[in-house]
């Protein structure tokens, strides 16, 4: 879709359930979300490519990485990224920045592939907040190695004209959402539909359960009086509209 002069390209980096030590049933991970315990969760793991009117590219997030990625551990590896990119007819090289929603592995692992950096020619925006809280693990895999490629920004920030950062904690201290004109790329603010209808919905694995709600529905109610558009990073279709 287009959206304010802006391309978007939804890009399905992969799909599958969870797996590993972090696999719970639906009824565990969004608790009254209405599930049966025998529903599964298969997530597709969506990145995102915004080009705008001057042909600069934008990529929100990098999706679960290569099989050795620390994704690899409960995520459907090796993502196809790369694939993704060239079927919208992009090289990793002409990526502009990089917007790191948050520092999860299913979100990051394809930031930094053999040790290099993937997009060598990319500004990495990560959240001051995000770095600050991460593991050192994180930072050795997907931060350290970037170097001098990483802007870090606190709160909003623009990435280009009409396309920027806000930062949404609640899944992570430092989770960030993009926005160009009405359409928010929500990463993990938004994980399941059950969460549209009733944004109070915790999910497991949210870093601070209660922030993530008051984030959550502060955002999904702008959107809605907006009539915008959501793109998120785990439901099956790409694009959902709000309001009508």
């Known amino acids: 879709m287009t959206v304010a002069g802006v391309e978007v390209f939804p890009l399905c980096n992969a ?6 030590t972090v696999r719970r049933p639906l009824t565990e ?6 599930h049966r315990e025998t529903d599964e969760w298969v997530l597709h793991f969506h990145c995102y490519l915004l080009r705008d009117a001057a042909g600069r590219t934008v990529l929100v ?3 679960v990485g290569p099989e050795d990625s620390p994704a690899a551990s409960w995520a459907p590896v090796p993502g196809v990224l790369g694939a993704e990119l060239a079927r ?3 090289a990793a090289e002409e990526i502009d920045a990089v917007v790191v929603t948050h520092l999860h592995s299913d979100h990051a692992s394809g930031v930094v592939v053999g040790g290099s950096p993937a997009f060598p020619n990319a500004r990495h925006l990560l959240q001051r907040a995000e770095i600050e809280a991460a593991e050192e693990t994180a930072l050795d895999r997907f ?3 970037l170097g001098e490629r990483v802007q870090v920004v606190e709160g909003g920030a623009e990435v280009f004209p009409g396309i920027r950062v806000l930062h949404t904690p609640g899944h992570t201290p430092g989770h960030q959402v993009v926005r160009v004109g009405d359409l928010v790329l929500t990463g993990d603010v938004v994980l399941h539909p059950v969460q549209l209808a009733d944004p109070s919905i915790p999910y497991l694995y949210d870093d601070d359960p209660d922030l993530a709600v008051v984030t959550r529905t502060k955002l999904l109610e702008q959107v809605e009086a907006e009539r915008g558009v959501i793109a998120t990073a ?3 279709e790409p694009f959902t509209r709000l309001g009508g």
Request: hydrophobic content about 40%; aromatic content about 8%.
């Open 88 to 90: 919208v007819g992009v």
């Open 15 to 20: 799909v599958g359930p969870m797996g590993g």
């Open 61 to 63: 997030d990098t999706g």
């Open 234 to 236: 785990h439901f099956a």
């Open 143 to 145: 931060v350290r190695p």
């Open 29 to 34: 991970l969004f608790p009254g979300g209405g």
